[in-house]
């Protein structure tokens, strides 16, 4: 779908807005929230094919903005992120969060149009900031995790960039197109990428920074960094086998600690990193219809899990709680939140005729196609996960289980007006996958909504719940912290870290001494030789001065006439 060429970064509105938004009159702002997101979404579907925009710069062509059906899928949900998301949070009094979440947007939006090496690690980069910018925004409790969750990122930004760095110095290329793992500089860039991705041993990031966030900044935080790292895996490295076990890895670790968390908010991040993991297996696939797969999952799952952060920081800002010990009992007077929360948490768990039923459809096929039968039965075994703690947990533990005594309100009518926007979104996308199928890089010959699909699919997660209800006794929750990977950083890695500093502290202490000391010691020497008692300092009768005059003069005259 075009409307004119365009061949400005479709995420400039949203940047410039973020720098703008600041420096203007109250009365002003909600224009500026509201005007720019739309005016990207027209310059995402305006973008053409190919390079629309470049560069000569060090004797390398930059591709600022470069389009195809993959960039315009991602930019395109994106923006629609950043208008709900703007919508949403438009109650929201922090003056930091919306400039940082409209950079942090923009910079999305132009990492997807990047055609080269160079504008990705750019807008890679000023992602990372603005998204800390956005966790800081939470509060002063959420400083320590935003000082984490930026050492993570910057970790992340060194590795691409030396990765890029070593591409150029070993081809010339700034070219961001598909690449193997058979050098290192490339498996730098893809170490790179997945840090963002969430891939473990370092995805506790994710929990740990995002559910500090404000109850409308992890809207924002929950669509862009992940997604944006799947995009540069499908467009750097498809088909590289490695990221099938990492990408079932990430889908098991995911579901694992989302059972075990008390945190709704943590339980949807972790639901992140496991949503993740099947877009990251099907990159690994690498096939036509896995590439697919890969692409319409992330879209489905910016719409379901968009839709899910926004129920949950709807009861944070209503009940200022966040803990399932602390919930229950919402659905008497928050009715339309929970509807809302039911249709995302069926759509993250593939029910038929929901948008995570038409994505995650592609990947299982795809698998089945390749003739991967364990990952094919890992990936159903995993859809039956995501129907436990998402699908039933989710809403069970929050609006009924037992009663809190509770009695919020339904959060504002603008909160309200984008959950149901997004939970029609879901549903139309289940009904008519074709609605997404049309808009992937690749043409789609599959059709989910078949009588044996939807039968496997109910089956699946219908023993799901009654796995659920049946073990509800051990899946009560309790007032536990959860040990993630972490751990390893935060308690033995911190007390490496002092008594390494211990030691270099008692080294430079030594160090300094033994300086001292010969400092000292050569202070005295020289005042010793060179005072006015010294050998070279005190006076010497003139008698002594001419003999020795005398013998210098001699000795002169002997070398001289020895030539």
């Known amino acids: 779908m075009m409307i004119e060429a365009n061949t400005y970064p479709p995420g400039l509105p949203l940047i410039v807005a973020g720098l703008l938004l600041p420096l203007l009159p109250a009365v002003l702002r909600p ?28 004797g390398h062509t930059l591709v ?8 315009r899928l991602f930019g395109l949900v994106f923006s629609l992120v950043a208008v709900t998301g703007a919508v ?23 990492a997807v149009f990047a055609g080269d090496l160079i504008t990705l690690f750019v807008f890679w980069e000023v992602m990372a900031i603005a998204s800390t910018l956005v966790v800081f925004a939470g509060g002063p409790a959420a400083r320590g995790a935003g ?28 070219a961001f197109v598909a690449f193997d793992i058979s050098t290192w500089p490339r498996v730098l860039m893809l170490a790179g990428i997945l840090i963002n991705a969430g891939a473990p041993p370092l995805a506790a990031w994710l929990p740990d920074s995002y ?32 990221l099938v076990p990492i990408g079932l890895f990430m889908v098991f670790y995911g579901i694992v600690f ?14 992140i990193v496991n949503h993740v993991g099947f877009m990251v297996t099907a990159v690994g696939v690498g096939t036509t219809l ?15 899990k968009t839709l899910l952060v926004m129920a949950a920081g709807s009861v944070l800002l209503m009940t200022g709680k966040r803990k399932c010990t602390d919930l229950g009992g919402l659905f008497r007077t928050m009715p339309l939140t929970c509807l809302f929360t039911v249709i995302g948490a069926l759509s993250l768990a593939a029910f038929p005729f929901t948008a995570g039923f038409s994505a995650k459809s592609l990947i299982t096929a795809s698998v089945a196609e390749a003739h991967l039968a364990t990952v094919w039965f890992l990936l159903a075994a995993a859809s039956a996960g995501a129907m436990i703690y998402a699908g039933l947990k989710l809403p069970w533990f929050v609006f009924f289980d037992r009663d809190s005594g509770l009695r919020p309100a339904e959060p504002p009518l603008n909160m309200l007006a984008v959950m149901a926007l997004l939970s029609v979104a879901c549903i139309a996308v289940g009904v008519a996958p074709r609605l997404l199928y049309d808009l992937l890089p690749h043409p789609v010959d599959y059709e989910p909504n078949t009588a044996s699909h939807i039968v496997y699919q109910l089956q699946l997660l219908l023993f799901s719940g009654l796995a659920f209800f049946l073990m509800l006794g051990w899946l009560r929750r309790t007032l536990t912290i959860t040990l993630d990977f972490d751990w390893l950083w935060r308690r033995p890695g911190a007390w490496v870290a002092a008594t390494l500093w211990m030691l270099l502290s008692e080294l430079w202490r030594f160090g300094s001494g033994v ?6 010691y050569a202070l005295d020497t020289l005042t010793r030789q060179n005072g006015p008692h010294g050998l070279l300092g005190r006076q010497w009768p003139t008698g002594s001065m001419a003999f020795w005059t005398t013998v210098l003069l001699g000795g002169s005259l002997l070398a001289y006439y020895w030539q």
């Not at 949070?89 to 999305?108: H, K």
């Open 31 to 58: 224009l500026l929230v509201l005007g720019a997101p739309i005016l990207s979404v027209l310059l995402v579907l305006a973008t053409g094919d190919g390079p629309q925009l470049t560069h000569q710069w060090l």
């Open 64 to 71: 600022p903005v470069a389009g195809d059906d993959l960039s």
């Open 88 to 110: 949403f949070a438009l109650g929201q009094s922090n003056r930091l969060e919306i400039p940082a979440a409209f950079v942090y947007g923009g910079a999305a939006i132009s």
């Open 147 to 174: 000082l984490r969750y930026a050492a993570i990122h910057f970790l992340g930004g060194v590795l691409l960039m030396a990765g890029i760095a070593g591409e150029v110095a070993s081809t010339g290329s700034i």
């Open 211 to 242: 559910p500090e966030a404000s109850w409308s900044g992890m809207v924002f935080l929950s669509a862009f960094t992940t997604k944006t790292a799947v995009y540069a895996l499908i467009r750097g490295f498809p088909g590289v086998e490695l």
């Open 258 to 271: 989302a059972i075990l968390e008390n945190d709704v908010r943590r339980v949807l991040a972790y639901s």
């Open 290 to 304: 896995a590439l697919n797969g890969a692409a319409a999952h992330a879209f489905a799952h910016i719409l379901y």
């Open 515 to 520: 300086v001292r000391a010969s400092g000292s």
